[in-house]
């Protein structure tokens, strides 16, 4: 089967957008302020200005291009148009899920499903954040499953730590997609990835951290359903 192979780039040009980028965080310093993070230059230069994720990134992308460590037609041409339909596409499955209730039916149903056996309402209570993770976002994902696990743990008249640290476990633990976790994303089209490879790497990750995850939450917070 074919290997994913990352793109390759000049030696030169990385050096100075490496550069670049370099002198730009070095020249500013990170401020906490009300309303989302602040950077002011430390020489007090210029008024402090405010930044989300998306200028940063394309601050970032605009220095690669002025340094020419990547040229404006490259740039172009390096936008790939499958991942942005396929990004497009999970995040209009993954809101139809969440608004119209089918998520909260799905993760209630599977939870009770589980019975009384509290080592398999935990495992359910993981499958189900996972998948929602994989599928929608992590934030989504703990916010859909949380009220379902208050309301297991208490049936169960049982501590909810144990159910919180899975929830926030299988919240952050999503490997099996692209779209899982914001990381995954910066390097599916820079590493020449393919959504095959992380189903094929990720999902048996998915499976050892999730048993990894429930065997140690039972063992630190035991549930009795005596």
Same mark, same amino acid.
């Given at each position: 089967?074919?290997?994913?192979?990352?793109?390759?780039?000049?030696?030169?040009?990385?050096?100075?957008?490496?550069?670049?980028?370099?002198?730009?965080?070095?020249?500013?310093?990170?401020?906490?302020?009300?309303?989302?993070?602040?950077?002011?230059?430390?020489?007090?230069?210029?008024?402090?200005?405010?930044?989300?994720?998306?200028?940063?990134?394309?601050?970032?992308?605009?220095?690669?291009?002025?340094?020419?460590?990547?040229?404006?037609?490259?740039?172009?041409?390096?936008?790939?148009?499958?991942?942005?339909?396929?990004?497009? !596409? *999970?995040?209009?499955?993954?809101? @139809?899920?969440? =608004?119209?209730? %089918?998520?909260?039916? +799905?993760?209630? &149903?599977?939870?009770?499903?589980?019975?009384?056996?509290?080592?398999?309402?935990?495992?359910?209570?993981?499958?189900?954040?996972?998948?929602?993770?994989?599928?929608?976002?992590?934030?989504?994902?703990?916010?859909?499953?949380?009220?379902?696990?208050? !309301? *297991?743990?208490?049936?169960?008249? @049982?501590?909810? =730590?144990?159910? %919180?640290?899975?929830? +926030?476990?299988? &919240?952050?633990?999503?490997?099996?997609?692209?779209?899982?976790?914001?990381?995954?994303?910066?390097?599916?089209?820079?590493?020449?990835?393919?959504?095959?490879?992380?189903?094929?790497?990720?999902?048996?990750?998915?499976?050892?951290?999730?048993?990894? !995850?429930?065997?140690?939450?039972?063992?630190?917070?035991?549930?009795?359903?005596?």
């Amino acid at each position: 089967s074919r290997v994913s192979q990352p793109p390759q780039l000049g030696e030169c040009g990385v050096e100075r957008g490496c550069v670049g980028i370099r002198r730009l965080l070095q020249g500013c310093t990170r401020l906490p302020r009300r309303g989302g993070p602040v950077f002011r230059h430390p020489d007090g230069l210029g008024a402090a200005v405010v930044r989300s994720m998306l200028d940063g990134s394309l601050l970032g992308a605009g220095i690669m291009v002025l340094t020419r460590s990547c040229a404006a037609n490259d740039a172009r041409k390096s936008i790939d148009w499958r991942l942005l339909l396929m990004i497009g !596409a *999970a995040f209009g499955v993954g809101e @139809a899920l969440k =608004t119209s209730g %089918a998520a909260a039916s +799905m993760a209630t &149903a599977l939870v009770n499903a589980a019975g009384e056996r509290p080592w398999l309402v935990m495992l359910a209570i993981y499958a189900v954040t996972l998948f929602f993770t994989e599928l929608v976002t992590n934030n989504a994902a703990a916010v859909l499953v949380f009220p379902v696990a208050m !309301a *297991a743990a208490k049936s169960l008249d @049982a501590d909810f =730590t144990g159910f %919180a640290v899975l929830i +926030m476990i299988a &919240a952050s633990c999503g490997f099996a997609t692209p779209f899982g976790y914001q990381t995954h994303l910066m390097v599916y089209n820079a590493g020449g990835y393919r959504f095959t490879d992380y189903l094929r790497f990720g999902l048996p990750l998915d499976l050892l951290v999730m048993a990894t !995850a429930v065997v140690g939450v039972c063992l630190v917070w035991p549930v009795s359903t005596g």
